[in-house]
């Protein structure tokens, strides 16, 4: 008997015409009383919140796990996470192209669950079993210097780790584009539902991220990596859980096709038209159902084309957010980072400071900034789209600016007290000097970030909105495998003749500041490139639907 029959009955009685496009889970009509809406999307935000709070949790503190206990250098540790994230981030493309063709936006949630659950039990185990954990296997028998993980250890807690970046794949096209299905377009009262529900999205994303970052950070360097790997297992199987516990209620999308035939299939005919210089005509073999289909085809690949500049001047955010994670944590390592009565941060713990912006500057903007602007801009939405990213682009800009400024004043200091050939030494410098750069990139996540995820859902063509934000989430992607290539690359020039590379392991003989200020001319000739290619965008136009209509 299915599970979910049982639940059912408990509904309430559904009046009224059914909707259009959508079913439930078992192929029936929906009501509009008795589904979607913010009822619906709530089970799938409590999942979304765990999956954040799980691979934050990880994220945040693994390039300490990858300099400890499996011996990586500080080079290798920052290319290794950021080729890791970057993985986890261009994953979405293919599980936007199984969602959107074959399994749906409600399957492909619960094989990232699955996934994640996996995934997260195996970290576990490669933590704290004898056989799997990476204990040292030393070379000389008395000294821990030559002492290095074994290659197997290291393979299980790598297959692990990508496990993990297999179901965000899943999840991080799927998660957002569900909770949005759960609110119909057409409908003047539900699309303003949906516009919220992109900021206080990402609001509810910085609550599991800012809880893991100093719960999780704290447990792994306090009680241990079992425990530290073992709680963000136990939270998203709780969440699947209460993400099964919704399926009553959803709106389900079915994988758009016509005549059997994938919309990508659809779309890259159309595209490769477009790019070979021949035009999808109507000719008079064709029936009037092809040639509209043709017309959809052609209108789906101007959509995505009008994005794809947008998405190329997007990359450099993508650079500078990767640094968060890797060498803003390193950076932070090394500074004085007692608080109160001695008690010492976790250097993952400062990463706080930006989901904390952000839990601050969501409801700021959501419901002072966005009133003001729609009275100054007449856009209902305040700031259009991509004016939001733009800002965004600006924001981070400065950030990484200021995180320029920082490291270079954290270099005097090392230098004027004699630290520079110490690594393991203290920098007489507060942790409160790294708080605006990680404020400011909070700030620039609120308005790019969300800008992005909305622009990315919003204009893409509706069977492909998976896709549109797996190419959103591949902006980060992309952007942590060119911060990897660029950190590799320079460490290898800049340590070549046997000076100090620019990422060398002693920081206080690195010059990480001379990277940021490149990042930041990166980040300038991006927004230059973005703000000439947003003058020239149209957007989608959409037909509302009166209020008094299909309120049923």
């Given at each position: 008997?299915?599970?979910?029959?049982?639940?059912?009955?408990?509904?309430?009685?559904?009046?009224?015409?059914?909707?259009?496009?959508?079913?439930?889970?078992?192929?029936?009509?929906?009501?509009?009383?008795?589904?979607?809406?913010?009822r619906?999307?709530?089970?799938?935000?409590?999942?979304?919140?765990?999956?954040?709070?799980?691979?934050?949790?990880?994220?945040?503190?693994?390039?300490?796990?990858?300099?400890?206990?499996?011996?990586?250098?500080?080079?290798?540790?920052?290319?290794?996470?950021?080729?890791?994230?970057?993985?986890?981030?261009?994953?979405?493309?293919?599980?936007?192209?199984?969602?959107?063709?074959?399994?749906?936006?409600?399957?492909?949630?619960?094989l990232?669950?699955?996934?994640?659950?996996?995934?997260?039990?195996?970290?576990?185990?490669?933590?704290?079993?004898?056989?799997?954990?990476?204990?040292?296997?030393?070379?000389d028998?008395?000294?821990?210097?030559?002492?290095?993980?074994?290659?197997a250890?290291?393979?299980?807690?790598?297959?692990?780790?990508?496990?993990v970046?297999?179901?965000?794949?899943a999840?991080k096209?799927c998660?957002?584009?569900?909770?949005a299905?759960?609110?119909?377009?057409?409908?003047?009262?539900?699309?303003?539902?949906?516009?919220?529900?992109?900021?206080?999205?990402?609001?509810?994303?910085?609550?599991?991220?800012?809880?893991?970052?100093?719960?999780v950070?704290?447990?792994?360097?306090?009680?241990?990596?079992?425990?530290?790997?073992?709680?963000?297992?136990?939270?998203?199987?709780?969440?699947?859980?209460?993400?099964?516990?919704g399926?009553?209620?959803?709106?389900?999308?079915?994988?758009?096709?016509?005549?059997?035939?994938?919309?990508?299939?659809?779309?890259?005919?159309?595209?490769?038209?477009?790019?070979?210089?021949?035009?999808?005509?109507?000719?008079d073999?064709?029936?009037?159902?092809e040639?509209?289909?043709?017309?959809?085809?052609?209108?789906?690949?101007?959509?995505?084309?009008?994005?794809?500049?947008?998405?190329?001047?997007?990359?450099?955010?993508?650079?500078?957010?990767?640094?968060?994670?890797?060498?803003?944590?390193?950076?932070?390592?090394?500074?004085?980072?007692r608080?109160?009565?001695?008690?010492?941060?976790?250097?993952?713990?400062?990463?706080?400071?930006?989901?904390?912006s952000?839990?601050?500057?969501?409801?700021?903007?959501?419901?002072?900034?966005?009133?003001?602007?729609?009275?100054?801009?007449?856009?209902?939405?305040?700031?259009?789209?991509?004016?939001?990213?733009?800002?965004g682009?600006?924001?981070?800009?400065?950030a990484?600016?200021?995180?320029?400024?920082?490291?270079?004043?954290?270099?005097?200091?090392?230098?004027?007290?004699?630290?520079?050939?110490?690594?393991?030494?203290?920098?007489?410098?507060?942790?409160?000097?790294?708080?605006?750069?990680?404020?400011?990139?909070?700030?620039?996540?609120?308005?790019?970030?969300?800008g992005?995820?909305?622009?990315?859902?919003?204009?893409?063509?509706?069977?492909?909105?998976?896709?549109?934000?797996?190419l959103?989430?591949?902006?980060?992607?992309?952007?942590?495998?060119?911060?990897?290539?660029?950190?590799?690359?320079?460490?290898?020039?800049?340590?070549?003749?046997?000076?100090?590379s620019?990422?060398?392991?002693?920081?206080?003989?690195?010059?990480?500041?001379?990277f940021?200020?490149?990042?930041?001319?990166?980040?300038?000739?991006?927004?230059?490139?973005?703000?000439?290619?947003?003058?020239?965008?149209?957007?989608?136009?959409?037909?509302?639907?009166?209020?008094?209509?299909?309120?049923?």
């Amino acid at each position: 008997m299915d599970p979910f029959l049982a639940v059912a009955p408990l509904l309430p009685t559904t009046t009224g015409k059914p909707l259009a496009g959508v079913s439930d889970y078992r192929g029936r009509p929906v009501y509009r009383r008795n589904s979607g809406g913010w009822r619906s999307a709530l089970f799938v935000v409590a999942v979304e919140i765990a999956g954040s709070f799980a691979y934050f949790g990880i994220s945040a503190n693994l390039i300490t796990y990858l300099t400890g206990p499996l011996g990586h250098s500080n080079a290798s540790a920052a290319a290794a996470v950021n080729a890791w994230s970057g993985t986890a981030s261009l994953m979405p493309l293919l599980g936007a192209f199984l969602a959107d063709a074959y399994l749906g936006r409600y399957r492909s949630v619960i094989l990232a669950c699955s996934l994640y659950v996996l995934g997260y039990s195996m970290l576990t185990l490669s933590s704290t079993l004898p056989g799997l954990r990476p204990s040292p296997t030393c070379t000389d028998g008395n000294s821990l210097l030559s002492c290095k993980p074994g290659w197997a250890q290291v393979a299980f807690f790598y297959v692990s780790l990508y496990l993990v970046a297999l179901a965000q794949g899943a999840d991080k096209p799927c998660g957002l584009a569900f909770a949005a299905d759960q609110f119909d377009a057409d409908h003047p009262k539900e699309r303003a539902s949906r516009g919220s529900l992109f900021n206080w999205w990402f609001f509810c994303m910085a609550v599991g991220i800012s809880v893991a970052v100093s719960l999780v950070g704290y447990i792994q360097e306090n009680v241990g990596w079992g425990v530290g790997f073992g709680t963000p297992c136990a939270v998203v199987l709780c969440a699947f859980t209460v993400f099964l516990l919704g399926t009553p209620t959803y709106r389900v999308y079915a994988p758009t096709t016509s005549g059997g035939e994938s919309p990508f299939v659809r779309l890259a005919r159309s595209l490769a038209a477009k790019t070979g210089g021949r035009h999808l005509l109507a000719s008079d073999s064709q029936s009037q159902e092809e040639e509209e289909e043709e017309a959809a085809a052609a209108a789906d690949a101007r959509c995505v084309l009008r994005l794809l500049p947008i998405w190329a001047t997007s990359l450099a955010y993508g650079v500078v957010y990767a640094q968060i994670m890797t060498l803003f944590n390193k950076q932070g390592r090394t500074l004085d980072r007692r608080i109160g009565g001695g008690l010492e941060l976790p250097p993952a713990a400062l990463q706080t400071f930006g989901p904390a912006s952000i839990l601050l500057f969501v409801p700021i903007y959501d419901r002072a900034l966005v009133p003001a602007l729609r009275w100054a801009t007449g856009n209902p939405s305040g700031l259009s789209m991509l004016q939001r990213v733009g800002a965004g682009m600006a924001t981070s800009l400065a950030a990484v600016s200021v995180a320029a400024l920082v490291e270079g004043r954290r270099l005097a200091t090392a230098r004027e007290h004699g630290l520079v050939d110490d690594p393991g030494a203290t920098v007489p410098m507060s942790w409160v000097w790294l708080v605006p750069q990680y404020a400011m990139m909070g700030v620039a996540d609120v308005l790019a970030v969300v800008g992005l995820q909305e622009l990315f859902y919003d204009q893409m063509p509706d069977g492909l909105r998976s896709l549109g934000l797996a190419l959103y989430l591949s902006v980060m992607g992309i952007g942590g495998f060119i911060s990897s290539f660029l950190i590799s690359l320079i460490d290898g020039i800049t340590g070549r003749s046997g000076g100090d590379s620019w990422f060398a392991d002693n920081l206080n003989r690195a010059h990480l500041d001379y990277f940021y200020w490149l990042l930041a001319a990166l980040s300038a000739v991006e927004l230059a490139l973005f703000l000439c290619f947003a003058r020239s965008y149209v957007y989608k136009r959409y037909s509302l639907i009166s209020s008094s209509v299909n309120q049923k």
